[in-house]
């Protein structure tokens, strides 16, 4: 089984960038299919993208493509999520997860976690 | 994008009883459908996938049912340790999407 550990909460200004980072330990990293996933205050969790290190090519949902960055360094187990152009409303806990094939579907199910980072965009 | 409607928003139930949780899509997702336990300061716990389907050491009370748009978690004989948050995902269509979850309080 994999586990994740996160990076620290932090304070960001509207416009700037962020990054969180998310260190595996455990099973294979290169082979782990690595998610994020947000929560804004109030609402409920947002599939943000993933990446495969193996692979190296990430996956990102729509609303997030061009302000969203994910990479995988295999040489320290840890995956990294950078998020550009910070608006009040990307305020949340970001959470990295794995995520496993079901049924033929790949990225369907996150069966690990990480502890969540709060990031607060605030001025 | 598909919605994923959870209700109730909060469902107050006594320890021993049973309790029925819905999720509703905008469209039908087949049965691609996962429930989930999430308790504070812990991560979410996978419970069910496959609409129906109990993840590994997920005891036999919690059950799903329903395809296509209309779904049901139910929990009988409710313990003291399955006071939580569940929300429901789906993944059948990009980009996976999650309820907004049923908090299950005690009565």
């Known amino acids: 089984q994999v586990q994740f550990m996160q990076s620290g909460a932090e304070v960001k200004e509207p416009g700037s960038s962020m990054r969180v980072s998310c260190k595996a330990s455990?099973?294979?990293?290169?082979?782990?299919?690595i998610s994020w996933v947000r929560q804004a205050p109030g609402q409920g969790l947002e599939w943000m993208g993933g990446i495969i290190p193996v692979f190296g090519s990430p996956i990102y949902a729509k609303k997030f493509q061009g302000r969203v960055m994910i990479i995988a360094d295999e040489s320290t187990s840890t995956a990294h999520m950078d998020l550009s152009s910070l608006r009040f409303d990307d305020t949340a806990v970001y959470y990295c997860a794995r995520a496993t094939a079901v049924a033929g579907l790949d990225w369907a199910l996150f069966d690990s976690w990480g502890q969540g980072t709060l990031v607060t965009v605030s001025s | 994008e598909i919605v994923l409607t959870q209700s109730p928003a909060t469902l107050s139930v006594s320890p021993g009883e049973s309790a029925t949780l819905s999720c509703r899509a905008t469209q039908s997702v087949r049965s691609n459908l996962a429930w989930y336990q999430w308790k504070p300061g812990q991560a979410p716990r996978l419970l069910i996938y496959g609409a129906s389907i109990r993840a590994t050491d997920i005891p036999a009370r919690f059950s799903g049912s329903g395809s296509g748009t209309e779904f049901t978690l139910t929990i009988s004989s409710l313990q003291s340790e399955d006071f939580a948050v569940y929300f429901c995902q789906q993944y059948n269509n990009w980009p996976r999407t999650f309820g907004q979850g049923t908090k299950m309080e005690i009565k």
């Open positions: 455990g099973d294979s990293f290169s082979t782990t299919a």
